[in-house]
């Protein structure tokens, strides 16, 4: 059984770093890719940046670009996701998910999820 853990998430200043790890287990992915997701509350969960396992396939919101970087260590099956300048609209539960095949922004095409961490940027 696959399992996502996600950690890192934490309070910070505006302008403040965060880096979140997710932890796969259960499965070597050889393909497909990981997915980052947040969701603030009362609104829908959204795409943040996805990495594909093999190869440097990087997909980004554009509300992050620059701003975030995603990652990935095979050899751990960890996927990251370092948060600079960070915003208090980046305030969320930030979920991690893997894909088996593929690389995109669509929730509904990813199979495994975490169960989110969150992360809280005051002003």
Excluded at 44 to 73: L, M, P
Excluded at 84 to 101: F, G, H
Aim: charged content about 15%; overall charge positive; proline content about 2%.
């Amino acid at each position: 059984q696959v399992q996502l853990v996600e950690s890192g998430g934490g309070l910070v200043q505006a302008g403040g770093s965060l880096r979140l790890s997710c932890a796969a287990s259960g499965r070597t992915f050889s393909s497909g890719s990981m997915g980052w997701f947040r969701q603030a509350p009362g609104k829908e969960r959204d795409f943040v940046a996805a990495i594909t396992w093999i190869g440097t396939d990087t997909y980004y919101a554009d509300s992050v670009k620059g701003r975030f970087t995603i990652s990935r260590d095979n050899a751990k099956n960890t996927v990251y996701l370092q948060m600079n300048s960070l915003k208090p609209e980046d305030t969320a539960v930030y979920y991690c998910a893997a894909r088996l095949y593929g690389l995109g922004y669509s929730s509904g095409n990813y199979h495994y999820w975490g169960q989110g961490t969150q992360v809280t940027v005051s002003s």
